[in-house]
Structures are given as structure tokens and as C-alpha cells.
């Protein structure tokens, strides 16, 4: 299935899209797409429900309404730096033996094509298409990575925008350079697991003002999805829900030579195969 939540921000409504224009309303059995809902096997429920409603022809067009983010607010967004090996080169760092962790504001989260706005100071603002993991079950010290397959809802796109100065040279941690507001677009759907058969193979791509910036594959990870949950389990608890970003392709601004940087009225086109696509302009700050 792929699950999306559409109306005006604030008020958006679950559904499953059928096609990339063709939707089956759940709002009326569904209240969210929120920790509930997957704590609650949601997904399964509703499965029957979706079928039900598009066999009979209960469905509606899009026509041009807001896409929000697929999943509620969720307790914590968790992101992996450098988890691939081609884009540690170009940032002139070490290939980690171990995931590197930090977290996103979980307020950061905006819908796919929602305008993306600067922050106030600063002066390099960067792109990471990237794949999202949502979290399903309640998941804690996991035994094995095989045991992280049961506790993913499914697969998202993920834009993990950055402002490289406040990340690298204001000290601390990382999370200072990818809170600011609007920072964390995700969507247009969360894609089931059952709709995707090797998630260590799609292609990933992203074009800043029509020149492809990134192009890459989920099968140059260091550290893929299933180690990935399973590895963060043993440090803390994943309640469902929560999104994980797992790191990005070479092709990002800081990597070019000089650095490209984002500029008020750039749009940022993204997309994941299998996963859908995004679409972002730039503002500039407030």
C-alpha cells in the first residue's frame, strides 16, 4: 500500500493512493497516520478496507490537493551520517566503522512538496535526497538485524535539508545545522515493504533547477536499513511511528568544488524509484 495524508497543513486526512493520482479516503475509519495507528497494526487493518473500497470504485482524484507528510508528528527523527561510502569521500571524511547518529527536530517534518525556507544566518544551505525508514512496532535491543523486518512500516522519501555552517562550524552537535523549520520534507507516501521488493536497490536522484545533483542507489549503503534499526535499538527505544534518515548519495553542495550552495527561488526535485517524488522552492529566510 501506499499511504499518504492529504488536505491543508493541520488538517490532513489518511488514505491510499492506487495510483499517483487516484486515492481511497480512509478519514472516516482512520483518525491519523500516527503512533496508534502502527502500534495498533493498522496497516493490516485497514488492508481489506483499501481493497473493499477500490474494487467497488469508492475512490477520488487528487486534483491538485496539498500532499502532507505520510505519518503524523513522530516522537524522534533519528538520521545516520556518511552511510555511504562515495559521499564520506567528498566530504573529505572516514568511511565510520559504526553508524554515526544524531537527531532532527521532529517539527522539521513537512510534506513533499511543500516550500523549503532558509533560516535566518545562514550561509550554506544544503540538499541529501535520502531514503526514510518509519518505524512500525515498539522496537528495543533487538536481537538481529533479521529481527528489524517486522518492526518497519514501510519506506519513504526523504529530503534531510542542511545548513552546512551551523552543522560544521558552530560547534557541537549536528542537529543545530538540520532543525531549522521546514528542514525534513518526507513523502509523498510511505510505501509498504510487500510493495517493494529490494529496497537495497533504488535508484535515487535529485536535480536543483533542472541539473542532477545526485544520483545514486540505496546499494552503495554502508550500514543498510535492517542493521541500521537494529543497531539504533540497542541504544534506545524506537516507538512506531518514528522516522529514521539513512544517510545520502554523493552529489551534495557541500561536495562540489567550489561548494554550491541553496539560493532563495531554487526548487529541488527529488525521487526514489518505487518511492514516489518531491518537489521543494526555496524562500528565503523571514
Given at each position: 500500500m501506499k499511504l499518504a495524508r492529504i488536505g491543508a497543513l493541520g488538517e490532513e486526512k489518511p488514505a491510499a493512493f492506487l495510483t499517483d493520482d487516484t486515492y481511497v479516503d480512509l478519514s472516516d475509519v482512520v483518525p491519523d497516520f500516527d503512533e496508534a495507528?502502527?502500534?495498533g497494526g493498522g496497516i493490516e487493518r485497514i488492508r481489506p478496507l483499501v481493497s473493499e473500497r477500490a474494487e467497488v470504485g469508492a475512490t477520488q482524484l487528487l486534483l491538485g490537493q496539498r500532499i502532507g507528510a505520510p505519518i503524523a508528528r513522530p516522537h524522534q527523527i533519528i538520521c545516520v551520517g556518511l552511510n555511504y561510502?562515495?559521499?564520506?569521500?567528498?566530504?573529505?571524511?572516514?568511511?565510520?566503522?559504526?553508524?554515526?547518529?544524531?537527531?532532527?527536530?521532529?517539527?522539521?517534518?513537512?510534506?513533499?512538496?511543500?516550500?523549503?525556507?532558509?533560516?535566518?544566518?545562514?550561509?550554506?544551505?544544503?540538499?541529501?535526497?535520502?531514503?526514510?525508514?518509519?518505524?512500525?512496532?515498539?522496537?528495543?535491543?533487538?536481537?538481529?538485524?533479521?529481527?528489524?523486518?517486522?518492526?518497519?512500516?514501510?519506506?519513504?522519501?526523504?529530503?534531510?535539508?542542511?545548513?552546512?555552517?551551523?552543522?560544521?562550524?558552530?560547534?557541537?552537535?549536528?542537529l543545530k545545522g538540520k532543525s531549522a523549520e521546514t528542514f525534513n520534507p518526507v513523502g509523498p507516501w510511505?510505501?509498504?515493504?510487500?510493495?517493494?521488493?529490494?529496497?537495497l536497490d533504488l535508484?535515487?536522484?535529485?536535480?536543483?533547477?533542472?541539473?542532477?545533483?545526485?544520483?545514486?542507489?540505496?546499494?552503495?549503503?554502508?550500514f543498510d536499513p535492517f542493521f541500521i534499526v537494529h543497531y539504533i535499538s540497542q541504544f534506545l527505544v524506537l516507538e512506531p511511528g518514528d522516522l529514521i534518515n539513512t544517510g545520502t548519495p554523493p552529489g551534495v553542495g557541500m561536495g562540489f568544488r567550489p561548494p554550491v550552495w541553496l539560493q532563495p527561488g531554487d526548487v529541488m526535485e527529488l525521487e526514489i524509484d518505487a518511492l514516489g517524488?518531491?518537489?521543494?522552492t526555496v524562500l528565503a529566510p523571514r
Open positions: 495507528f502502527f502500534a561510502s562515495d559521499h564520506a569521500a567528498e566530504t573529505g571524511q572516514a568511511v565510520p566503522d559504526e553508524p554515526i547518529l544524531f537527531t532532527k527536530s521532529p517539527n522539521t517534518l513537512i510534506g513533499p512538496n511543500d516550500d523549503v525556507r532558509i533560516p535566518r544566518g545562514s550561509t550554506k544551505p544544503d540538499w541529501e535526497v535520502e531514503l526514510g525508514i518509519v518505524i512500525g512496532q515498539r522496537a528495543s535491543y533487538l536481537e538481529t538485524p533479521e529481527h528489524a523486518r517486522e518492526h518497519i512500516a514501510g519506506w519513504v522519501v526523504v529530503n534531510d535539508v542542511s545548513e552546512r555552517a551551523f552543522q560544521l562550524e558552530r560547534g557541537g552537535q549536528w510511505l510505501v509498504t515493504p510487500d510493495e517493494v521488493p529490494d529496497v535508484g535515487m536522484r535529485l536535480d536543483v533547477n533542472g541539473v542532477r545533483r545526485q544520483d545514486g542507489s540505496t546499494s552503495t549503503m554502508i517524488s518531491q518537489r521543494q
